[in-house]
């Protein structure tokens, strides 16, 4: 037989499998036009002269890499389903006189038509995308730059290569199933499972356990630190814990509801009940990806919007004014430090407003849950990280003049913010007492330090006090006090910036009055940090939404696949009922009541799944600084609806085609 004979035979195969193969190229298409539309955003920030464009691009290659091999991973479980349900076809072929060799050659170009077609669509669509979702990326990072369009050939290559790699892996693998099974098993592969499984109780109480535990820890992680080492912990447990339960537990379910007579002996119930328990060993897989990548949607989305959308709460939270500068505090260093930020502010017609003189000094204890606080033991209880308590201390003369107000004090007496914790008028720090004699609210000049690790106290204290407690838990170290000076500045925000590029040399060179310079510590400002912050997160945020809708495919390819797979497989079945006395309308309503008991269980598991994590994620967060937890599950449930959404239309349109095939 001629070449021509095996590609005209391929091309009929793709046509008459259209509902198989159009998808699978689509697909395809997609999954190349976002490893494309990363690397040539790569290329161009690459190219682009503008602040962070390193950071961002090392952001996008990494984000690129795992895309790369995620799309290997969907297309080898697309290739599965197609091949599945052309298994009988091929032995038909094998049966009348196709040798296997013959069988390799169509697949070798099906597989090679599909992937030319899906590299080809994914890589001129990626090229009209990237100019706009570039500029996207831009606006989301907030700058501002010339753009021309470019098409970077070295992203055309690596695509190219990448995925014909993938492709051919793929081939590979057909070839593979082809040597390994006989025309025989082919011709009866959908016979194949229809032994009804045993309910393994337990696997399906170890499934229930382990899920369990991932809660467990999910919800009991006390820090930001714990949250971040042991979130994966809880991840792996609840991905197994995930996998037995549809594997097992949802098999031990349905055979409950079979006992049960008065469900299960109603035409719809029996149905859907009695079609479901045959082949839930193989959809239980399905569906517990299903879950999983929905949490993935539900966790990567709403955490990277949160970030995003909190970045003023973040900043405020790191820069309480403006700006802030700090120096190592020496005889002349207040009246240097002021005066040489003030002449530079003139020099750049901005004015200098709400500036506050801050002499903090900061120390490590470890909080004994009760009255009592040790620096010593501050390493000794490191491994309980929310029993350390950060103190800030004040002296009570910078603190009166910046609040305006007058308050005394007398010896071991103290003015208190404690934040979270009870102390019920009085503590002791290492071994000395003090009397709490008023709280006060966190200072608005101070940046917050709630991280999510321990405790934070805030103690204004007479100045001698502070100055003895500070030299007492720094004795022998080479250490300073710091003198910080916090301010706003009223001017717009490009001034303000070159200002701020400038001060930090103006104040090195800054001599106080001994003739010695400033030993000038950090020099920050809340612009700076928001510039620096849109880089970052606006980057992740960026990749966020492109490794959602990559999860997003592979939930719709799974879903869609696996409505095609339970349509076949019921097309007789349900003929027989319809043959017996169940009308159409009936059938339909044993269909949706399907969707409804088992395929809508893994929207309703990655819900439960990503409540259970909420905690955790909480407290990761908080390690960013992003403190808002009303805003955090306000995105959690717009996320959650906004996806409920999206996966209603998605089992409306696959359920469609499920009951075309089925009648």
Known sequence: MSNLFYTKLAFQNLRKNKSLYLPCLL??????MLFYILD?????????????????????????????????????????????????????????????GHLFRVLFLETTMVGTASIITGVVGGALLSQILFLVLLNIVRYEIPLEFTVPLSSIGLTFAVFAAAYLLVILAEALQIVRT???????????????????????????????????????????????VFFIVAVVLVMIGTYLLFTAGSIALL??????????????????????????????????????????????LSSTICLYIGEESITANRFPRDM???????????????????????????????????????FLTYWDGKQGFSAEGSAVGAADISHLCDFETLPLSSYNEAVGMNYQLGPHEVLFNQGSMELG???????????????????????????????????????????????????????FRLFQYVFDVEGSEDHRMVFQDCLREALVETKRASGENLRVGTVGSRDADRRDFYNTFGGLFFVGIFFTLLFLLATVLIVYYKQITEGYDDHDRFHIMQQVGMSTREVKSAIHKQVLMVFFLPLGLAMVHISAAFPALCKILRGFQMTNTRLFLMCVLGVCLAFSVVYLIIYWLTASVYYRLAK
């Not at 790569?42 to 190219?47: A, F, P, R, S």
């Not at 009804?196 to 696997?203: G, H, M, Q, S």
């Not at 119930?269 to 959809?283: A, C, H, L």
């Not at 430090?337 to 530079?344: F, H, V």
Request: proline share 3%; hydrophobic share 45%; charged share 20%.
């Open 182 to 228: 006989n025309p025989i098993d082919l011709l009866h592969s959908a016979k194949v499972g229809e032994r009804e499984p045993k309910a393994r109780w337990l696997l399906a109480l170890l499934g229930a356990a382990t899920l369990g535990g991932g809660y467990a820890v999910a919800i009991g992680v006390k820090t930001a630190a714990e949250a971040i």
């Open 255 to 300: 055979k409950i509801l079979r006992r049960n007579k008065s469900f299960y002996y109603k035409p719809n119930n029996f149905v859907s009940v009695s079609g479901m328990i045959y082949r839930m060993k193989q959809n239980a897989v399905g569906l517990a990806n299903i879950c999983i990548l929905s949490t993935c949607v539900l966790v990567t």
């Open 40 to 100: 040539s955003i790569c290329v161009m920030l690459g190219t682009a002269d503008m602040r962070g464009a390193a950071y961002l691009e090392m952001i996008l290659e990494l984000s690129r890499n795992v895309c790369g091999f995620l799309s290997i991973i969907i297309l080898f479980y697309i290739n599965s389903f197609v091949v599945k349900q052309r298994k009988r076809e091929f032995g038909l072929f094998c049966v009348l006189g196709m040798e296997k």
């Open 324 to 362: 802030t500068a700090s120096f190592a505090l020496e005889e002349g260093t207040e009246e240097a430090a002021i005066g040489a930020i003030e002449d530079l502010a003139g020099q750049h017609g901005l004015e200098i407003q709400n500036a506050v003189k801050v002499y903090p000094g900061s």
């Open 425 to 479: 008028g009085k503590f002791q720090l290492d071994g000395t007492e003090y009397k709490i004699k008023g709280l006060i609210p966190f200072p608005d000049f101070l940046p917050g330090k709630d991280d999510g690790n321990g405790v934070y106290a805030v103690m204004v204290m007479p100045d001698n006090e502070q100055q003895e407690l500070w030299e007492a838990h720094n004795k022998g170290k080479d250490t």
């Open 27 to 32: 697909s395809g298409a997609v999954i190349v």
